[in-house]
């Protein structure tokens, strides 16, 4: 039976979402059950795309990549996939009305890492975040507003705002394994070797911007999406806090986190914040 092949696909991204990130599953699990599915869905295509590329260094990674890239075509028209992640997506892609420019547009900013290394101009930098980030945002927010276009309209900006943040402060928290593993600067006119505390705290000013701007339409969001978008606002906006603490050289030369009884206290404030209406 089909239904039993999907249920299967959906329980794959669900381990897909819970394995790789204990941060956004956590955040996900605050979302209403009438949507948390879906995320688990867009979590587990795009987590296996960026894995292509970032990881299986003794592999042909182009192949793979182009290989994935065709078995997603043949699911979003076909409307199956024996990938039963690429299935499991595609089910949300028609579902939610995913427009197919989002998922062009993710696919290439994950093909531009099979070859480019470094980002050298602003406007660079930002399609490659629109591509890596900022569609996810909408491709989430599609879920978030059921088809209610109007709403999609207004939260649109904001819901970018948030991906780009994320995706940001993932860039400046990564900066050692992207620089020495991956050989990738994704920062432009930003000197990774020698990065000094006024770069850093360019960089920070930037994420800031888009967490305040990002911050305005957690507020306007659905009652099944905000506290779960609120939640991973915080963990993500905690990481910055303590990145903007820490030296430049030390963030060059080690991996910053945000510790797991961190995360519980962070649960426990935001829940009380949403609870008192207080984002």
């Known amino acids: 039976m089909k239904a039993l092949f999907d249920s299967v696909s959906y329980d794959c991204s669900k381990v897909v ?21 879906d995320i688990y869905n867009i979590y587990g295509f795009v987590r296996f795309a960026d894995e292509i590329v970032d990881t299986f260094h003794e592999y042909n990674k182009k192949e793979l990549f182009e290989r994935f890239e065709d078995d997603l075509e043949f699911a979003l028209q076909e409307k199956i996939s024996l990938n039963p992640i690429l299935n499991a997506f595609q089910h949300t892609y028609h579902k939610c009305n995913i427009d197919k420019h989002m998922v062009d547009s ?22 490659y975040i629109y591509g890596s980030a900022d569609v996810v945002g909408l491709m989430c927010l599609k879920v978030f507003v059921k088809g209610d276009q109007i709403m999609y309209d207004d939260l649109k ?3 970018m705002s948030l991906g780009s943040a994320f995706q940001k402060v993932n860039f400046l928290r990564d900066l050692k394994a ?8 994704y920062f432009p006119n930003t000197d990774l070797v020698n990065l000094t505390e006024e770069d850093k ?7 800031e911007n888009d967490f305040n701007n990002g911050l305005v339409g957690i507020k306007k969001l659905p009652i099944e999406a905000k506290f779960g978008v ?5 963990y993500y906006n905690q990481l910055l806090k ?3 603490k820490t030296p430049a050289l030390e963030i060059k030369n080690a991996r910053i986190r945000v510790p797991n009884y961190k995360k519980a206290e962070l649960l426990t404030r935001s829940y009380i914040k949403y609870q ?3 984002l």
């Not at 993710?106 to 480019?116: A, E, G, I, P, T």
């Open 230 to 234: 609120f939640m991973a606002y915080r």
């Open 201 to 207: 705290q360019l960089i920070i000013k930037d994420i």
């Open 157 to 159: 900006d904001t819901a």
């Open 242 to 244: 303590k990145l903007k």
């Open 178 to 185: 992207d620089h020495e593993l991956l050989d990738r600067t």
């Open 276 to 278: 008192l209406n207080l």
């Open 106 to 127: 993710f696919m290439k900013s994950m093909r531009l890492d099979l070859s480019k290394s470094k980002y050298e101009t602003e406007q660079e930098y930002k399609d």
């Open 17 to 37: 979402t819970k394995s790789y990130s204990t941060s956004f599953s956590l955040a996900t699990k605050m979302l209403s059950d009438t949507i948390r599915q």
